[in-house]
């Protein structure tokens, strides 16, 4: 299997997007629930892992990004009565041009110092929603309203085919874009940004593409969280919702359209899925214990398992794209 996997580098994608479109078939309620949660996390592990994965920055501002997703949405479906998919579509916009203004003045950052000042643009971010008033509901949080397309409500399948439908338009833009001139650029910067910029790339504008990448990413993933859970508050902008975005991809690999996958599934719908059975009492215990072991064992991630192991005198596999 994973021999076919390296030759058809887009056929796990193509997998992973059909086995979730037909979840629905399995029974509704928390289990559906939990799928779809998984696919919209995944949206936020694609952007995180552009970022980290691809240029090797390390930022803890992906809270901010999914906030302002999940809050534009539902501001502007509850207050101004505009249509849930232009509202998606326009809450990670503002979400993309946020990520660049803030990558602006810490370009020149590096490893901790930029994941530092990051986390600085959180703190910030909590404090601007708490004090938002009627329009963000302020510490109370607001209602977000469910989804509905072109007037007509969805009910939890029709929404998780609409999210699964939005996921593999995401992946085959992520195939693509490691595939382009951008994602070549992306891993000379990577490898090393004096030789990037001895080749006369633009290192700048590359990292500031990433940021971009990534916010877009993030705040399409914080979009479709809002008619999900049809409740947001601050709590969204916490730090705690940045580590899970970095962990996502740490666990399941960096640099892999299989790792931001497999690390949604393991960040978020192993808890999920250990409460829904009846370990919720341990399942904190647990899931330490089981990301403790990944990580031990598994230094490159989840997706390594999916990997064909180099035999000496042939060639190596080429390398996943994101």
Not at 56 to 82: D, K, P, R, W
Not at 126 to 144: C, Q, R, W
Not at 159 to 180: D, E, K, M, T
Not at 293 to 310: Q, T, W, Y
């Amino acid at each position: 299997m994973t021999r076919i996997l390296d030759s058809r580098p887009w056929l796990a994608p193509l997998v992973f997007v059909l086995l979730f479109v037909l979840a629905p078939l399995l029974p509704g309620g928390y289990v559906l629930y939990i799928v779809t949660l998984v696919l919209i996390y995944t949206l936020a592990s694609f952007g995180t892992n552009i970022l980290t994965g691809y240029t090797n920055l390390i930022s803890m501002a992906g809270a901010v990004f999914f906030g302002i997703g999940a809050y534009g949405t539902a501001i502007l479906t509850s207050h101004f009565g505009v249509p849930l998919v232009l509202a998606m579509v326009i809450a990670a916009s503002i979400a993309t041009v946020v990520g660049v203004v803030l990558a602006l003045p810490v370009l020149r950052l590096e490893e901790v110092f930029l994941a530092i000042a990051t986390l600085g643009f959180v703190m910030i971010s909590v404090e601007i929603a708490k004090s938002g008033g009627e329009l963000s509901g302020g510490e109370n949080g607001m209602g977000a309203p469910g989804p509905a397309l072109f007037g007509i409500a969805l009910d939890e399948r029709a929404y998780h085919l609409f999210v699964a439908a939005v996921l593999g338009i995401a992946l085959w833009l992520a195939r693509n874009l490691s595939q382009s001139r951008f994602g070549r650029g992306f891993l000379a910067v990577k490898g090393s940004e004096t030789a990037a910029r001895a080749l006369g790339l633009n290192t700048t504008g590359l990292k500031l593409v990433a940021f971009g990448v990534c916010a877009f990413y993030t705040g399409l993933s914080g979009a479709l969280y809002a008619p999900l859970v049809r409740f947001i508050d601050p709590s969204l902008f916490n730090i705690m919702v940045s580590i899970s975005f970095v962990s996502m991809v740490i666990v399941g690999g960096l640099g892999s359209i299989m790792g931001s996958v497999l690390g949604a599934i393991f960040v978020i719908g192993a808890p999920q899925f250990l409460t829904y059975i009846g370990f919720d009492q341990f399942q904190r215990a647990l899931y330490g214990v089981a990301m403790i072991l990944a990580l031990m064992f598994l230094p490159d991630g989840l997706a390594s398992l999916l990997k064909r192991k180099a035999v000496p005198g042939a060639d190596a596999p080429r390398q996943e794209g994101l």
